[in-house]
């Protein structure tokens, strides 16, 4: 029977790393936060409960009946969450904890760990497209460890099974081999970034196409909005962006906004995008896109790099009108209001690098400009719902003694902003009409109130006024040197159509609680501003990096080249790339500097290996293949050192063969069982070359 036909079955308990390499699956399947409570409790059960049984099996541990029921309610378990409407991925997750589990408790014969290894390397991959977190690389690192480490135990073993002597795994794993393994690992893993940076990228995850599904997406600015939304989006803490300013001089904190949808249609309780036809502008959000939509728009003043955790409709945030976008989306879309999206990306945290206007029109300049409607949809900036003829009233005395358009918008967004009082929890009211409410009443709301008061109020004057939601204000990270925009930070104002100027922001919302209260600059800060850094240059230079950074990292190189002598199609991208130093200092440098580390480090670590190779193979036993060569007996690639000293006896008198065996079993005692140099080596040496020469 051949070596392959013949696998010994280990009866033996697995290693503990067996443990430690699935409890590091496990790890990063919970770090994703998809799994539910009572999953991670029968997991952990099941690790823990294995562990302690490890050397003393129950009866049910090697019964096929118990163990194939338990998997059979497993797979029961898993197509109940998907017919609840829970995304593959999280299914599979759940379906791979459960069996890793019911895997450690099987205690019967294998010989392999193959299905230990496969399951928790299927774990891994799933929580790799299920989080970007910073502690998944950490874990990763781990588990390749343990795993390599797992099947060395394993197939020493069964080596040793085969061999006849099941104890000779044991004196094998010495600390030299664990050295080496970790050096097996440190270089795959050198191997791998080499790869990751030069390889073409593909676009998103492996098994990103089943995870389409709006629950891992977070709540807040839809594309139909019900007055009072922001009002609970405002109690949330969580970041949904981080913003780099690469180009341009960003505004100060109090205004700072970041636009993302606005509204034409409201019914007196809704707000809606009407007709809501997305339409997708030319060109690829990869190698960058125009969206200017004519020639009298002005050019963009500011470059942001903005990264945008999951929200719902998929919303694209910008510092004002969009000019110009770049960055690995997929699809971008518009609506007739100017609202961008990027479609099918709701549930992904995205990047994306925007040019927009940010700088407000001149009030000398608006002064002299009328308040039209657009050539376009003019009308539906114009519609109310039914409203109290006091509410008209009130817009004609509030601007009673206004001299121009300009005049009649401030004087609303004035009046809203002295008289009002600002809370995010504004009066119940039985009333159909919770805007005529407000207005009529004691001014009392948050921001979605104040807007939506200016806008009836301004239409009921004929003005063209549209409802705009999105962020205000965030916080500067200090270790970063970004801003962190946070759901607490959502806000809602208006857009006024001026003939010449366009759309113009007017915020009629009291602003002193507008804006998140300042932070004290204590340690717990200092904590979370590190943290948050790490995990944005984490997402930025590795779970994000893709064809469009390579791409950048090329264009810099080649810039670096020509001496930064290249054209750019407008004025912020010129300012933010005409020195190929900023560019190479911005994102180009990492990759190369990466690629050649790992160059180096791999290069310094195969001559050390090398050399300590060579120098593990005792003097004596060298000597004697020689020896041994001379007379035409070599020892073949694949041939081990006992079967090769039992060819030399046949080959050889029986004083050399036995000599030759001698220095063949302190060879092996020497490199692979960690012990000194045998005396009696030197002596065994000396009688084989006595008795070849004598031959």
Not at 285 to 291: I, V
Not at 355 to 363: D, G, L, Y
Not at 458 to 467: E, M, Q
Request: charged share 20%; proline share 7%; aromatic share 8%.
């Amino acid at each position: 029977m051949s070596r392959l036909e013949f696998r010994a079955a280990v009866e033996a308990p697995r290693p503990p790393s067996a443990w430690i390499m699935v409890g590091i699956g496990a790890g990063t399947l919970w770090i994703t936060g998809q799994l539910e409570a009572w999953a991670m409790a029968l997991q952990a059960a099941a690790l823990l409960g294995s562990l302690g049984l490890r050397r003393a099996p129950r009866r049910w541990q090697q019964s096929p009946w118990v163990l194939n029921s338990a998997l059979f309610g497993i797979l029961a378990v898993t197509v109940s969450l998907a017919a609840r409407g829970a995304p593959s991925t999280v299914a599979l997750a759940h379906f791979a904890a459960l069996v890793q589990g019911l895997q450690l408790l099987d205690a019967r014969p294998r010989k392999s760990e193959f299905l230990l290894v496969v399951m928790a390397l299927f774990q891994v991959l799933l929580a790799a497209n299920l989080t970007d977190s910073l502690a998944f690389p950490v874990l990763l690192l781990a588990f390749l460890a343990a795993t390599t480490w797992t099947l060395i135990v394993h197939t020493l073993r069964t080596e040793a099974l085969e061999a006849g002597d099941g104890s000779a795994a044991g004196r094998a794993l010495t600390p030299r081999l664990l050295r080496t393994t970790l050096v097996c690992s440190a270089l795959s893993l050198v191997l791998a970034m080499v790869l990751f940076l030069t390889l073409p990228r593909l676009r998103g995850h492996v098994l990103r196409g089943m995870a389409q599904a709006p629950a891992l997406a977070r709540a807040g600015f839809s594309d139909r909005v019900e007055l009072g939304a922001i009002g609970h989006i405002r109690k949330d803490p969580t970041i949904v962006m981080r913003i780099e300013t690469l180009a341009g001089r960003a505004p100060i904190r109090e205004h700072a906004y970041w636009r993302g949808l606005a509204f034409d249609h409201f019914d007196g309780q809704r707000w809606s995008i009407e007709p809501n036809a997305r339409t997708q502008p030319g060109g690829s959000p990869e190698f960058g896109m125009s969206l200017g939509r004519s020639a009298r728009d002005a050019p963009a003043d500011l470059q942001q790099r903005i990264v945008r955790e999951p929200v719902e409709a998929g919303v694209l945030f910008t510092a004002g009108p969009a000019r110009r976008l770049v960055g690995p989306i997929r699809r971008v879309q518009h609506d007739p209001n100017g609202g961008l999206y990027a479609a099918g990306q709701a549930h992904e945290r995205v990047r994306y690098s925007v040019w927009t206007r940010s700088v407000p029109p001149a009030p000398a300049a608006l002064r002299e400009d009328r308040i039209r409607p657009p050539r376009l949809r003019g009308g539906h900036y114009l519609d109310l719902p039914p409203l109290s003829p006091a509410v008209a009233q009130m817009a004609r005395d509030i601007t009673r003694d206004a001299a121009t358009d300009l005049d009649r918008v401030q004087l609303l967004e004035r009046h809203l902003r002295t008289a009002g009082r600002y809370t995010d929890t504004p009066p119940v009211t039985d009333t159909e009409a919770p805007v005529e409410a407000f207005l009529l009443g004691e001014l009392a709301g948050h921001c979605e109130y104040f807007a939506s008061g200016m806008v009836v109020l301004a239409r009921s004057l004929g003005l063209p006024t549209r409802l705009v939601n999105g962020f205000a204000g965030g916080r500067l990270n200090r270790l970063g040197g970004f801003v962190e925009v946070a759901h607490s930070d959502a806000h809602a104002w208006v857009e006024v159509h001026f003939e010449q100027a366009g759309w113009v922001r007017f915020d009629p919302t009291p602003p002193d609680l507008r804006l998140r209260a300042e932070v004290p600059d204590a340690f717990g800060w200092q904590w979370a501003d590190l943290a948050s850094a790490a995990e944005l240059w984490w997402y930025q230079r590795v779970v994000g990096f893709d064809r469009s950074d390579q791409i950048q990292a090329l264009r810099s190189a080649w810039l670096a080249w020509q001496g930064g002598i290249a054209s750019e199609p407008t004025a912020p991208e010129r300012r933010g790339t005409a020195s190929w130093r900023a560019s190479w200092g911005k994102a180009g440098w990492w990759p190369f500097v990466v690629v050649g580390l790992a160059l180096v480090a791999t290069w310094g670590l195969s001559r050390s290996r090398r050399a300590s190779g060579r120098a593990r193979i005792p003097t004596a036993y060298s000597r004697a293949l020689r020896l041994l060569a001379r007379r035409g007996l070599e020892r073949a690639p694949g041939m081990t050192a006992r079967a090769f000293a039992e060819r030399v006896r046949a080959a050889v008198p029986a004083p050399a063969g036995r000599a030759f065996a001698e220095l063949t079993e302190a060879y092996l005692a020497e490199r692979f069982g960690a012990q000194p140099p045998m005396p009696a080596a030197t002596a065994a040496l000396q009688q084989l070359e006595t008795s070849l020469r004598r031959r």
